[in-house]
Structures are given as structure tokens and as C-alpha cells.
């Protein structure tokens, strides 16, 4: 008897219970049918940046990457959004009634979208409840990631190296010297573009401006840098002994290249293996200078506190001959054995890929962040400068040591020569460039 009042009773629950779920289902119908009834529109567009001076600004155009804020009514039950035509998504968490954030994404088109759709956001619950607002959309902002030649002479061409440098029509120089003519722009995958350095740069250096067709970028603050000059075989630090180099006391001074546009040396210089003799597998090449006197004073210059990742160690080098075994090793502080506080330019092996290295036929300058030292990185320059006080030998300078990729390659036998010049520390901050002046650095 009580098992079969027992069945009766969840036969009496489970019957309640489906009555539940059925008025709640038609009651979620019901209000979905009233939301999607509900007219969308867009009223305003907002600018979300976190990073930002302005995290959240009204705006009449975006990049594509960013994310924006649509503030209107309606926006419950929105399934579509279409960006210059393209489906962009959503997620629909970020999703009230008067406001929806979006991240437009990389793939929209922008000038390439059909003009009927080019510069509009169109928001979409149905065929025929949706609304469609004017806004321009911009390609991704440009980027500068290398210049070929960051102390060079006036008059010199150099590359400056990116992503989104179409259409360069200014480049500004340390000093506020604006170049506007000769600008020779990569148009078609903006990787590059090329300038001729005018008169009258600033020697505090600092970064390059670029101005395009798809807005303005910044490059790191170390061109032209010769404060933080510490060897150039002219004037500054001229104490020098090697191993492998005759003569190393006395620089090199005949103009190389002869020809062409791009930069040539400057005044001294000197070169590993300027006989162009055989260096042997493993063989070292080592070149230094007194560096008992400059690392301190060079605080002056870089701050202390300065992250190893935002400085570093640039030369000028010229290539003569293949270069596709050896590597360049610039070691800061003596005395502590090959591999330590020391970092390594290999150009034939990028991503960890052997490459053919490409050379350019002119002077151009390498860069070599502290931070890629396991000795440096994480630490900051008033670190560097400590190694290099409390090291047993007072001497830095660059090697070039024939060595290979470990288990990847074995060294050979080469006949490379590299010439250089222009040993200084250098920032590698760069600046932020925002379409809105109050937010810039």
C-alpha cells in the first residue's frame, strides 16, 4: 500500500514537473518573440582599450583587431553582425539590451569590400528587423620591426622594416626633421619602406615616425644613439687588442662599399679576417676594448632600471663573402667563460631554421638585446653594468667565433669577412602611437 502511494506521489511530481517546464518553455517563447519584435539600432560607437589614457571613447572610425562598444536599444536577440560585410563574430555574453562589445576581426575587408557594404556595421536579428550604421573601418595599424641602418650618414638610403607600411608619406627623424619627399613605399604587402636621412638628425637619437596610409607607427628608440657610443675606432674608447686581428690598434679607413646608395663606412672601422684566410671549424677571431672607464657612465644615458628586453648592444657590420657558418658573439663581461654574458647574432639560422643569409651589399647595423643572454634576461641594465665592473678581466667587445647550431649543424670551414664599427648601447623601447595625440608616450 505505502509503495503504491509512493508511485502515485512521483507519478503526481513528475506530471507537475512537466507542466512547469512546458508554461516555463512557452513563457521563454513568448519573451524571445518579444525581443526579437524589439526594433535594433546603433546610436554610438565606443573605442575599448584598457591600455588606453581614454579606456573607453567615442569614436567615428576602428581598426581592425580592436574592439568596440555598440550603445543603442534593442540588442537583445541580435544573431548577426556584418562588418564591412563580413560575418563577424560575437559572443553573445557581452550582449545587453543597449550595448554589445565586438573585436572586429583581422579578416574583415576594407578598402578590397564591395562598396555597397564598404564602412558599415550592420547588426541583424532577421530578414527583416536589422539596422545598418555608417562607421569607418580601418586596416590594422602599421608597425615598424627593424631599420637597416640605425646611425647612418646624411645622405644615406635606408630600409625601414614592418608590417602595414603602404603608402608612406612621412617619415620624422630625432630632432623633429620630417622627410616627406623621395619615399619609396612597399605598396602592395607594406613590409618595407625606403627613405634618404636628412641633414640635421639629432645625435640624442631616439625613434622614427612613420606616417602611412594606414595610420603612423614608432620604431625603437635607438636610431641614431651616440651617447651611448663606447667604441668607433675614431674618437671614443680607442684601447683595443685581439686575437686574429694584425694590427688591431690601428683601424681600416678606405671607403667601403665605393658605390651604390646605401651606407658606406664611416671615418675608421676594423674586420674579422680581412686577409679573407681560411677560418677552421671552432676557430675564434676575438677583438676587445677597455672597458674599465664606459660601462658606468653610460648609466647617464640608459637608466639602471632600464628591463634587459628594452636595451642592448648595436654595431654596424659589412659583409663580404657567404656567410653560412660562424656567428658574431658580443661579450660584455670577461673573464667568465665562452657562453656567458654574452649575446649571439647568427643570421643564417632564423626561427630555428637554416636560412640563406642575404646580404645586403651595404654597411648595416645589428642589434642585440642583454635580454638575450640567459646571463641578462629578466634582469635590468644596471645589472649589465655591474657584470661588467665586477668582472675579472676589465675588456668587452665582439668575436667572431666559427661554431654551429648545436644537433642542427656542424661548423665548416670559412673564408667570410665581416668589417665593424660603431660599438654602442642603445635603447630599444619603443614608443606607442595612437590614433588620438592624448594617448601617445
Known amino acids: 500500500m505505502k509503495n503504491k502511494s509512493y508511485k502515485n506521489l512521483i507519478k503526481t511530481c513528475?506530471?507537475?514537473?512537466?507542466?512547469?517546464?512546458?508554461?516555463?518553455?512557452?513563457?521563454?517563447?513568448?519573451?524571445?518573440?518579444?525581443?526579437?519584435?524589439?526594433?535594433?539600432?546603433?546610436?554610438?560607437?565606443?573605442l575599448e582599450d584598457a591600455q588606453s589614457a581614454v579606456p573607453d571613447r567615442e569614436v567615428t572610425f576602428a581598426r581592425l583587431g580592436q574592439t568596440i562598444r555598440l550603445e543603442g536599444s534593442g540588442f537583445t536577440g541580435v544573431k548577426k553582425v556584418y562588418i564591412n560585410g563580413y560575418d563577424n563574430y560575437f559572443n553573445p555574453v557581452f550582449v545587453t539590451d543597449n550595448s554589445m562589445w565586438i573585436t572586429i576581426s583581422q579578416d574583415v575587408p576594407t578598402l578590397e569590400a564591395p562598396e555597397e557594404v564598404r564602412n558599415t556595421i550592420r547588426i541583424e536579428k532577421s530578414a527583416t528587423n536589422f539596422f545598418v550604421y555608417s562607421f569607418e573601418i580601418r586596416a590594422s595599424a602599421p608597425a615598424v620591426t627593424e631599420i637597416s641602418h640605425t646611425m647612418p650618414t646624411p645622405g644615406d638610403q635606408i630600409i625601414i622594416y614592418g608590417t602595414g607600411l603602404q603608402g608612406i608619406t612621412s617619415v620624422?627623424?630625432?630632432?623633429?626633421?620630417?622627410?616627406?619627399?623621395?619615399?619609396?613605399?612597399?605598396?602592395?604587402?607594406?613590409?618595407?619602406?625606403?627613405?634618404?636621412?636628412?641633414?640635421?638628425?639629432?645625435?640624442?637619437?631616439?625613434?622614427?615616425?612613420?606616417?602611412?596610409?594606414?595610420?603612423?607607427?614608432?620604431?625603437?628608440?635607438?636610431?641614431?644613439?651616440?651617447?651611448?657610443?663606447?667604441?668607433?675606432?675614431d674618437n671614443v674608447n680607442n684601447y683595443s687588442w685581439a686575437s686574429g686581428i694584425d694590427d688591431a690598434g690601428t683601424p681600416l679607413t678606405q671607403l667601403i662599399p665605393t658605390n651604390g646608395v646605401g651606407p658606406k663606412s664611416q671615418g675608421?672601422?676594423?674586420?674579422?679576417?680581412?686577409?679573407?684566410?681560411?677560418?677552421?671549424?671552432?676557430?675564434?677571431?676575438?677583438?676587445?676594448?677597455?672597458s674599465s672607464n664606459w660601462p658606468s657612465a653610460l648609466l647617464s644615458v640608459i637608466p639602471a632600471s632600464t628591463p634587459t628586453s628594452d636595451c642592448g648592444v648595436q654595431m654596424d657590420i659589412y659583409v663580404e663573402g657567404e656567410w653560412s657558418s660562424g656567428v658574431i658573439r658580443m661579450v660584455m663581461a670577461d673573464g667568465y667563460g665562452t657562453d656567458r654574458y654574452c649575446m649571439i647574432?647568427?643570421?643564417?639560422?632564423?626561427?630555428?631554421?637554416?636560412?640563406q643569409f642575404e646580404n645586403p651589399g651595404c654597411w648595416f647595423t645589428i642589434t642585440l638585446p642583454f635580454s638575450l643572454s640567459e646571463d641578462y634576461n629578466g634582469k635590468t641594465f644596471g645589472d649589465v653594468v655591474n657584470s661588467m665592473v665586477n668582472a675579472p678581466y676589465k675588456q668587452s667587445g665582439p668575436w667572431f667565433h666559427n661554431i654551429g647550431v648545436p644537433d642542427v649543424f656542424d661548423p665548416v670551414a670559412t673564408n667570410v669577412k665581416i668589417y665593424f664599427d660603431n660599438l654602442r648601447v642603445v635603447p630599444l623601447n619603443t614608443p606607442t602611437y595612437s590614433d588620438f595625440p592624448d594617448e601617445e608616450d
Not at 672601422?269 to 671552432?282: L, P, V
Not at 647574432?345 to 636560412?355: A, G, Q, T
Open 14 to 46: 513528475l506530471f507537475l514537473g512537466l507542466i512547469a517546464i512546458t508554461l516555463s518553455l512557452n513563457s521563454c517563447e513568448d519573451s524571445d518573440d518579444e525581443a526579437n519584435s524589439i526594433p535594433v539600432k546603433i546610436t554610438k560607437v565606443y
Open 345 to 355: 647574432y647568427r643570421p643564417w639560422y632564423v626561427n630555428e631554421k637554416i636560412i
Open 172 to 233: 620624422t627623424f630625432p630632432g623633429n626633421v620630417v622627410v616627406t619627399d623621395g619615399i619609396i613605399s612597399d605598396n602592395e604587402k607594406g613590409e618595407y619602406c625606403i627613405v634618404t636621412v636628412p641633414e640635421g638628425v639629432s645625435g640624442d637619437g631616439g625613434p622614427l615616425l612613420v606616417i602611412g596610409a594606414n595610420g603612423g607607427a614608432y620604431s625603437p628608440a635607438c636610431f641614431n644613439f651616440k651617447n651611448g657610443v663606447f667604441h668607433d675606432f
Open 268 to 290: 675608421g672601422y676594423q674586420c674579422f679576417n680581412k686577409d679573407g684566410k681560411s677560418i677552421a671549424a671552432n676557430a675564434d677571431i676575438r677583438y676587445w676594448t677597455n
